[in-house]
């Protein structure tokens, strides 16, 4: 099963050029799909709809989409009547196989007044997966901030793991005649976490190594893929300014559950990717 996580931001790539086909190329082969910056009437690509347009290219996929910015500025038509033409920014799951329930978890921010700060949030997914059922989250956090990002992490955390205990979008279920979804404690976190290894943020998403046996397998901390298999992320890039190319950095992960790090294989960047100033990071677990 191969997953991929690619921040597309809304489709504008390094040359400054809106191109919807380029990332589809990219993202060919993939069973799981993780999508952040994904629009709906965003003025910087035109006002398209990237949410249609990407379940029209990802036919054989199952699709989810949620947006924690939601706004519309009161545009009205040459009638006067409301449009209903609403800015959505937003995350996005495909998956080769049915997403039973999903839900928007929306993160904690803070009030700006000199920079725009977006309301964030992690898209969960129910996959009925060949491993089994399996949580797949589509994460995006802060990008200016330090201490938003370790709010926004400890409540993701928070939520991730309290799963098996509170239920996903629905539990008792039989109630309204639905079959119960099943409730699985493994989980995999992919998307733009906008933290560098080794910072704060890091060591609070995958604990602190001992300073004897290292980083230990343990139930509450996610594992990071790239430290299971190839490289680690010291070093490696996963954005970098289109206007400074030595402005880069590996912000973006893939993190699975302990109890499913043993079943992953592989584990890489596609450097080459050019539809964003992010690239796709990919893994793969049997």
């Not at 996929?61 to 545009?75: E, N, T």
């Not at 196989?97 to 803070?110: K, V």
Request: charged share 25%.
């Amino acid at each position: 099963m191969k997953c991929v996580t690619y921040n597309i931001q809304y489709g504008i790539g390094r040359d400054d050029r809106y191109d919807l086909d380029r990332i589809v190329k990219s993202l060919e082969g993939a069973d799981i799909i993780a999508l952040q910056e994904v629009t709906r009437n965003f003025p910087r690509n035109g006002g398209g709809d990237m949410v249609a347009g990407l379940a029209a290219a990802f036919p054989d996929h199952f699709h989810v989409f949620a947006a924690p910015l939601d706004i519309d500025l009161g545009a009205r038509g040459s009638d006067g009547r409301p449009l209903n033409a609403r800015l959505q920014f937003g995350n996005m799951l495909l998956s080769r196989w049915p997403i039973a329930s999903s839900r928007n978890l929306l993160l904690p921010r803070s009030r700006t007044f000199e920079r725009g700060n977006l309301q964030r949030g992690a898209l969960e997914g129910l996959v009925l997966s060949p491993l089994g059922p399996v949580r797949f989250y589509c994460v995006h956090l802060d990008h200016v901030s330090h201490d938003e990002r370790m709010m926004q992490l400890r409540h993701l955390k928070e939520r991730v793991l309290a799963y098996p205990l509170e239920g996903g979008s629905i539990t008792g279920a039989r109630e309204f005649g639905f079959p119960e979804p099943p409730c699985p404690e493994e989980f995999v976190l992919m998307g733009d976490f906008n933290m560098r290894p080794g910072r704060p943020e890091y060591e609070l998403m995958v604990g602190e190594p001992d300073s004897v046996y290292g980083r230990r397998l343990v139930a509450h901390n996610p594992v990071d893929v790239s430290r299971l298999v190839g490289d680690p992320p010291e070093g490696s890039t996963t954005w970098l300014d289109p206007k400074d190319a030595s402005k880069r950095a590996r912000l973006d992960y893939c993190f699975v559950s302990a109890s499913l790090a043993h079943k992953v294989k592989a584990a890489w960047i596609d450097a080459d990717a050019a539809g964003s100033d992010h690239q796709p990071v990919w893994f793969e677990i049997e």
